[in-house]
C-alpha cells in the first residue's frame, strides 16, 4: 500500500466559547478570551469514533501535515507519519491537532492582545501548565463534536499532554501514544532550559518581555535555540553529520573568522528560530515543561495511573539523553502496577531525542499496529 | 500436543502471567483467549515486539539478562520462561527474581540428556544437533546445556518445589519413566519450597 501527502491544508481559528468569568487556568489565574488555532486531517466518521488528536512538541505547531500552499518548501511536521496510507492514515482516521495555549502560532499566548488593555500581554500573561493545554484541547474537541477519542499520540512535550489526557479523561482517551517523553522532566533537562530563557532574559531587546512592536530579542532567543538543538541531537549524530568539517577554510588554517559546520549549523537553526517563534512563548512553554509533574497533580504515579482506561504505547530512543529511557520506563511501570495495559519500546537510534520526529520506519510499524491490531 | 498445550493446561482461568522472551506472544494470545488471563511478555526483538502489539498482548522490551528489577514482588500468579533459561546468562538468578516476582514459576527447556543427544555426543563424539537443539555449536543463542537433573538439583539449592513436571517427546507426554534419558523437553511448576 502506497502512502500520499494530504496535500494543500487550511488551518482554522475558533474562539473558545468562555463564561464571564474566563477560562480558569490551574494557577488560579483567568484568560478572559481563548482563540486556537487547529488543522484537521481526514473526515470524521458518523459515529466520531475515528478520532486522534495528535499533539506537538516545544517548538511544534497545529500544521503536523500537508501544505499550506503547493509551493510551500517544507510540509507540517510530522508528514512523515500523518496522511494516506501513513501511521495516521487520514484514508481512515480523523486527525487534529492545534497549537498549545501560550504558544505563538496562532493560539492565545504572550504575544497575544490582552482584551483588558487592548496591548500585547507580555509577563501580564498568566503561567500555563500542560494540564490547562490539555485542557483547551478538550474545549476545542467539544467544539468539533469530539466526545470520544480513538487516540492521541505526541512526542517530548506533546507526550507530556498526551499522558495527561490519558490519566485527566479517561473514559474520552481509548489509546495514548507516548513519544520520548516523561511524567516529569528531570533536572538535566529544567537545567537547559534555564539556560534557554537566561540566553533570552539577558538580550537588552528582550525588555522584561516588553518588546512587542519593536524587534524581538532575537540573540537571546537564537542562542536558547542552539542550545536546545544540542540537547535534540546525540553525540553520535553531529558526529556522524558535522565530524570536525570547517565550513570554508583547510584544516590547520586556524583563520578566526572561518567555523566549523557545526556553528553555522547551530547559527543557521538559530536565526530561522528567531523568524517563526516568540521569545516568550519559549519562555512560558518551557517553565509548562519544567513544572509539569503527574505524579504531583494526581497523589502520586500509581494513584495517577489507575485513572488510565484506555491503552498506551510507550517509545523511548537508545540516544536520547534529555529524555532518556529511564524516564519512559517510569511510566510504563507505574502502568504496569496499576495492572494497565501498556506496550513499551526502546528503539535503537542514532539520531538523539530527535527520533521521534525522524525515526519513521520502525516507529511507524509500531504505531501501525497499536492502532490496527486487536483491543481486548 | 506441545508445550503450550501443557502450560494453557497449568494455568487457572483468570490469572495474571507474565511471559519472559515472549517471542511473538502466541503463548500469551492463547492464555488471553482460553484462560481469560491479564498477561503481558517481556521481549528483546523488534519484529516480536511488533507482533505482540498487533494481537494486542501488552508487551515491554526488555533484556532478561538484567533482571526484574521493575517488576514489583509477588505481582503476577505466574510467571512463564518457555524455552529460554539455557540461553539467558545468569539462569539461577532469573530463577531467584521469578520466584521473587511470581507466585507460581513455570519453566520448560530442552534436556540435554536425552538419548537422542547421549547417542550424538556419546557415540558420535560431536556435540548434538536434532531437532530439538537444532543449532550448530558455533552459532547457537543456547549458552548453558543442562539436564533435567541438573534442574532439579538447582531448584533444591535455591529452595524451591516442583510441584508438577510434565515430560515430552516429540510432541506426545511421556510416563515419568526414567524421564531424564526419554524426554527431549521438560515442563516444571516451580513454587517457594
Known amino acids: 500500500m502506497g502512502t500520499r501527502s494530504i496535500g494543500v491544508v487550511q488551518p482554522q481559528q475558533v474562539s473558545l466559547p468562555l463564561t464571564e468569568k474566563g477560562l480558569l487556568l490551574e494557577s488560579g489565574a483567568t484568560l478572559p478570551a481563548v482563540t486556537v488555532q487547529y488543522e484537521t486531517y481526514g473526515r470524521l466518521s458518523p459515529t466520531g469514533d475515528n478520532a486522534i488528536l495528535v499533539l506537538h512538541a516545544f517548538s511544534g505547531d497545529a500544521h503536523a501535515a500537508g501544505r499550506h500552499a503547493e509551493e510551500d518548501r517544507y510540509p507540517g511536521w510530522w508528514d512523515d507519519m500523518i496522511g494516506p496510507g501513513k501511521a495516521f492514515d487520514t484514508d481512515r482516521f480523523f486527525v487534529v491537532c492545534s497549537n498549545v495555549l501560550g504558544g505563538c502560532q496562532g493560539t492565545t499566548g504572550p504575544g497575544s492582545i490582552n482584551p483588558a488593555t487592548g496591548r500585547h500581554y507580555a509577563l501580564d500573561f498568566p503561567v500555563v501548565t500542560i494540564g490547562d493545554m490539555v485542557d483547551v484541547q478538550k474545549r476545542l474537541l467539544d467544539i468539533l463534536g469530539i466526545d470520544r477519542l480513538y487516540a492521541v499520540a505526541g512526542g517530548s512535550m506533546g507526550g507530556m499532554q498526551a499522558l495527561e489526557w490519558a490519566v485527566r479523561y479517561p473514559q474520552m482517551v481509548e489509546r495514548a501514544i507516548v513519544l520520548a517523553s516523561t511524567s516529569r522532566l528531570n533536572s538535566q533537562g529544567i537545567a537547559f532550559n534555564a539556560v534557554g530563557r537566561n540566553a533570552i532574559m539577558s538580550d537588552p531587546a528582550w525588555n522584561n518581555g516588553e518588546y512587542y512592536g519593536a524587534p524581538q530579542p532575537g540573540h537571546g532567543l537564537a542562542i536558547a535555540r542552539m542550545v536546545g538543538h544540542i540537547t535534540y541531537l546525540s553525540s553520535e549524530s553531529m558526529r556522524q553529520k558535522f565530524g570536525r568539517r570547517l565550513q570554508n577554510g583547510r584544516p590547520g588554517n586556524l583563520a578566526f573568522d572561518d567555523q566549523f559546520e557545526v556553528e553555522s549549523y547551530l547559527a543557521y537553526q538559530g536565526e530561522k528560530f528567531v523568524d517563526r517563534f516568540d521569545a516568550n512563548s519559549y519562555i512560558y512553554l518551557t517553565k509548562a515543561m519544567d513544572y509539569y509533574d503527574l505524579a504531583g497533580s494526581w497523589g502520586g504515579m500509581e494513584a495517577a495511573m489507575r485513572r488510565v482506561e484506555g491503552s498506551l504505547l510507550v517509545l523511548s530512543y537508545s540516544s536520547d539523553w534529555l529524555f532518556p529511557t529511564e524516564q519512559s520506563k517510569e511510566i510504563v511501570y507505574a502502568l504496569a502496577r496499576a495492572g494497565k495495559d501498556v506496550s513499551f519500546n526502546e528503539i535503537q537510534s542514532p539520531y538523539g531525542h530527535d527520533s521521534f520526529l525522524l525515526e519513521a520506519s520502525l516507529q511507524s510499524e509500531l504505531i501501525t499496529a497499536f492502532l490496527t491490531g486487536k483491543k481486548r | ?193
Not at chain 2, 526483538?45 to 494481537?55: G, L, P, T, V
Request: aromatic content about 8%; overall charge negative; glycine content about 8%.
Open chain 2, 1 to 193: 500436543m506441545n508445550v503450550f498445550d501443557v502450560i494453557v493446561e497449568m494455568i487457572p482461568d483468570g490469572a495474571t502471567v507474565l511471559d519472559l522472551g515472549c517471542d511473538d506472544c502466541s503463548l500469551l494470545e492463547r492464555l488471553h483467549d482460553e484462560r481469560h488471563v491479564h498477561g503481558r511478555g517481556v521481549e528483546i526483538d523488534d519484529a516480536s515486539i511488533q507482533e505482540c502489539i498487533r494481537k494486542g498482548i501488552s508487551v515491554f522490551h526488555g533484556n532478561l539478562d538484567e533482571g526484574l528489577k521493575d517488576h514489583p514482588t509477588g505481582s503476577y500468579d505466574y510467571v512463564i520462561l518457555s524455552r529460554t533459561m539455557q540461553q539467558v546468562r545468569h539462569p539461577h538468578v532469573l530463577l531467584d527474581e521469578m520466584v521473587r516476582v511470581g507466585r507460581n514459576v513455570i519453566v520448560n527447556f530442552p534436556n540435554f540428556a536425552s538419548l537422542i543427544n547421549r547417542i550424538q555426543l556419546g557415540l558420535g563424539g560431536r556435540m548434538p544437533v536434532n531437532k530439538n537443539i537444532p543449532y550448530s555449536w558455533y552459532d547457537t543463542p543456547n549458552i548453558h546445556f543442562f539436564t533435567r537433573r541438573d534442574f532439579v538439583d538447582l531448584c533444591r539449592e535455591r529452595g524451591l518445589t516442583i510441584t508438577r513436571e510434565v515430560f515430552l517427546h516429540r510432541g506426545r507426554i511421556l510416563p515419568p519413566v526414567l524421564p531424564n534419558l526419554f524426554a527431549t523437553e521438560v515442563c516444571c511448576l516451580v513454587t517457594k519450597s
